[in-house]
């Protein structure tokens, strides 16, 4: 996630970072070149005039738009669900803590600490699971004899989950937890389940790749063709023009591609590592350790 | 679900895996025709000149751009919210097993493990009844004597969740779960059902069909009358214009069609058995079984 | 509900079933033979020019685009939220029948059945409530005792819950239900409840009036005007362009017109006999019964 | 709300009840006024004249009916919103009727009834708390030693509910409601401080100011300019175009301020009297009295 | 959050408070003087007459505006859902305060109020949190010896969350509380949680930087190159177009930039101050004390 102030006025055209125009610099230079040289060539191509009047662009203009748009929504919809799962995550890791501290009456062993350790556990094999990273947090907030079991199982942050469960289970048939807190306790960890299912969702299944396919093909065709609609009418101002309809149109289209997947280490992605952090802070200072880790802060201004 | 990366730059107009352009080829190469031989005619039809200028066509393509755009958002929010149904599904799969195994008190007898294998029943059961395909998946996870009354049920999926349901009463009774606990199981049951209702709602009530027919008719007089209006400005550019106009408005119409109805088995349609797989993985491993089957992976960039 | 296939290509322009043509048949005549009059008068009236060109009506056609697209999604979700709420009502007529029949203990008496039966008979009297129509269904599933009663009650569905709630009630002080259960159940009940106000209320609460007003009135008044504006440009073209424009206007203002109480019995409202009948053979089948009514099917593409 | 048929084709154009015309009749007959006077004159403001062609127009208007049909969405989502919450009225207050009289033992006393008033009572005080009118209504359904208390409370809506969970305290203290539906009923009763919580919201928090004002003050520079740009091109239809599109234009504004605050007397506001009355008649019919009141009719097509 | 009637007819313009106009009053004047100058050179830089249509501009104008009105819509939904946490904190605080009345049963101690005020102080905690202010109003809530743990923690809000589910846990394990009842108070301890995880995620991050910037650089160079599409066409009017358009273009931008973190001071930002003391004042008058605050007032018609 990038983390910076809004540029005022005149810098606002030469900030850098940020900014996508890094990434799609080859496509936009390429469309201005061929203004350029439509422009040269008063928009002929081997002696035959290319007449095209700026109308067709305005019909498919439109159309163009208004897609584009909708694919935007989409991919913005699912960059916000992702972030609300992992909000979702911060409320029942809290719950989670909260009342397995206070409800799990502590027999001498350490089953309430073991269990708000797990949910540590879970938030960090979730985000490496997510970003196909290899899990080198998870392992300290587990208990030693699980650790290789969850590491090497096929659904860590699962397997983590049941574990947990199973512990659950045996302290409320030992009279430790009233079966109705056993209860409550199982729905927050359901709600875990749902937030891995729904990060798996989001990650998982992408737009259908048809609309992407079909919107850039269009995209393209339609800055590739505008030089030779434009020429005529505005001269040699059609590169300036062409440069800065391209720019839009393919920074939000990449954009868009960006945050398809939110979960991913692109600068327009979540910052996992933070939310993850944060979590475990929280969860720490409820277990009364005092030697808590910082929060992170973002590097160049972009925080992961 | 077509599963492939964005190819780069120009590759993308050669890219024809996932394209939807083989499925509305008649249809382009009609209108593209048509206005071939619009340019040549110089519009002229019957030795009578049909003057159309642009300028209704950017009234009526406003419109009917506005209108795609809406029967395009609603289909996509069905697509999605088949697939959330389906993450629901994963959800409270992989939590009636962890409750089932934990909270269920292992009577020298498999109830437990009956359980969780009858939700994997339920996951196959569900797909084939979505898809209208023959049953060959559940039964090898029913108990024996279930299987027949099951797959002549007038709805299997539900008829297992009954099944499911009288076990755990039974278990109930004999004070093998505490009654929150059984409560708590069988919300999840309930949204098993939430999920086997809501699929049939989306496989079983299509948009409107007169808004398919109305924007069908509409697009289609749009593309045919196109040429006329252009051929007087733009010239042999004509069929062009028409075939990449036709392209955008027929591919998002027929990406539309596509996905009205995400359980079928289209390119663009939803990974149900890939879904099922990972929940028979999850589930088969909750069991502590070894012999797991592998993960789905597309074939041809298609995964079903 | 309209169930047909889409035609394909050419059949396209002459379906007739499904098409919202013959319900603007009259306003599309009326503006198309004002187009006519038009275009032979060359847009003079009483030996007077009207002088409009295309200009006005790209300024007042794109809003109108937009806020009829604004009604068309209103009413389209009213029509979407309206199937959810019968969706819903699936899910929990199934799970209260299960719930019923599995955890009320049958203690020589027909409880379990009754209560099934009831519910039966509350889907019944709700799409009566809804449409209006005579109460022929429900009374064949209520007790004999009940029949007259919830017939002459103000509010024939709610009456029916609450004699479901009180012989909840008894059986709970009875011990044949576990207080936990009885609760639960209870929670299904107010779900059904959650259904019936939900459909009342989108039933009983039409879109503002003074949207419907401002927009047909502005639509009209578009396309009776609309002549003038096109004649000087593309003269006997004329009807042709005012007829396409009228008929996607009109068309999609009437389908609005007959989604937006998406419980009536138009061509274009939900199939509540369908969804009624789903579930009376699905708690039928509950309750063991083997002569089970046939599923619904469409009658001439038309599924009530 | 306005309750009244659609009127048919050329009626349309003189209904005058359910119009919004009257409340702008002023703001249009200016804009007219203005355009008559512009077009007699030529353009012309003394003896200069304003050449403004209808382009910039076409640059503004689009974006204006993105703006204006972003606010009307916004609007027309909190008046929707509100119907739910009031929906949730229902369904809570027959679901707590239910559950007092059905799961509450009477022990000679009247409590299960003084219950079921209570919530008749919530309903009017809401009403009466959300118009800012006084409340006439609500004390005859309460205790007559609550009335004082609860009408000089500061919140007397909320007050009812303490009232409520007061003596439902006291009798599961009692032994005379289990604790788990002493649960289930406050969860009922929570869900009608969400109602009012949710009320109080859309009532007290409009949508920020500055959208308002930069929209009004937007649509209004557009309209007076307007003239000037369409009156070298359509001459003496300029009064008439105009017109037409401030009609638009100022009329959806209008639906929009009226329908921002839901719970007002304004003609397009919801019938909060009607869905209080129909509550209070279930509610009674619950108590099984037989003198009930008549469900409310519209009176000139209006429902309050 | 600005608090004002709308202002009638010609006043409507020279509204200053709530007006965006002194937030962008250089930006707009800025592209005003460079219209002023174009004006006068005729669109010459240097002896070279740069030509531009206004064709381009409603090329780019389109995607600008259904782009602006998708920041705006997105912010705008920002903006309602952190009001719906404010709303769902009265709801969960006033059920707190009921709940913990009613069914903690008092034993001589002052559980019951301590708990109630606790509400109060995480009230207040949770606005400074968001606010980034120094927190001077929660410690008069809290328990003496709580006060300083609470202040110095990581997370003041979670920390009083704790303390209140163990004090909690502790009346439950004497039996002053039914397991059930404990069970739903701590339902409503996560539902602050979830208030408070919420409002963070709002807070803590903001639209994808890249939208933000892409857009204010489309906007700006748009606007920029403006007057030389115009000044050809409409002459000396250009200044005035430019203007308006500037004005609305960058007042909608900038208003979004507004309302993108609700949580702070701006003008158009929530009234947390005033939902802060609505929510005291109910719960100190559950208390049953009478020496309530006042409601907040606007000062100069802002609430904050």
């Known amino acids: 996630m990038i983390v910076r102030d809004r540029p005022a006025a005149w810098r606002l055209f030469f900030a850098v970072r940020g900014s996508i125009l890094h990434r799609i610099k080859w496509e936009v230079t390429t469309t201005v070149c061929i203004a350029i040289g439509v422009t040269i060539l008063h928009g002929r191509v081997f002696d035959t005039k290319i007449t095209l009047t700026p109308i067709p662009f305005s019909l498919i203009g439109l159309a163009l738009a208004i897609f584009l748009g909708f694919r935007n929504s989409a991919t913005y919809d699912r960059w916000w669900e992702g972030r609300k799962q ?3 995550l911060v409320i029942h890791a809290r719950s989670l803590a909260r009342l397995s501290l206070n409800h799990i009456s502590p027999n001498g062993d350490d089953l309430p600490a073991i269990q708000v350790r797990r949910i540590i556990a879970f938030t960090h094999a979730l985000r490496h699971a997510l970003r196909g990273s290899e899990d080198c947090d998870s392992a300290a907030f587990l208990p030693e004899n699980e650790r290789r079991d969850v590491l090497n199982s096929v659904n860590p942050p699962n397997r983590i989950l049941r574990a947990f469960s199973a512990d659950l289970a045996a302290a409320t048939a030992q009279g430790r937890v009233t079966p109705m807190m056993a209860v409550s306790i199982e729905e927050n960890v359901t709600a875990l389940a749902g937030v891995q299912a729904g990060c ?3 990650s998982g299944t992408p737009l259908p790749f048809s609309y992407t396919l079909l919107l850039h093909r269009t995209a393209h065709m339609y800055c590739l063709m505008l030089p030779f609609g434009l020429v005529d009418t505005i001269g040699f101002a059609t ?6 309809i391209s720019y839009t149109f393919f920074g939000l289209d990449t954009i868009a591609d960006e945050i398809e997947d939110p979960f991913g280490m692109l600068p327009n992605n979540l910052p996992l590592d933070a939310i993850s952090r944060r979590i ?4 720490r200072d409820a277990l009364g350790e005092t030697d808590l880790p910082e929060m992170l802060q973002p590097v160049e201004s972009c925080l992961m």
């Open 280 to 283: 475990e802070i929280d969860l």
């Open 200 to 202: 798996e969702r989001i």
């Open 86 to 88: 992992w909000g979702d």
């Open 239 to 244: 590169p300036v023009v062409v440069g800065l």
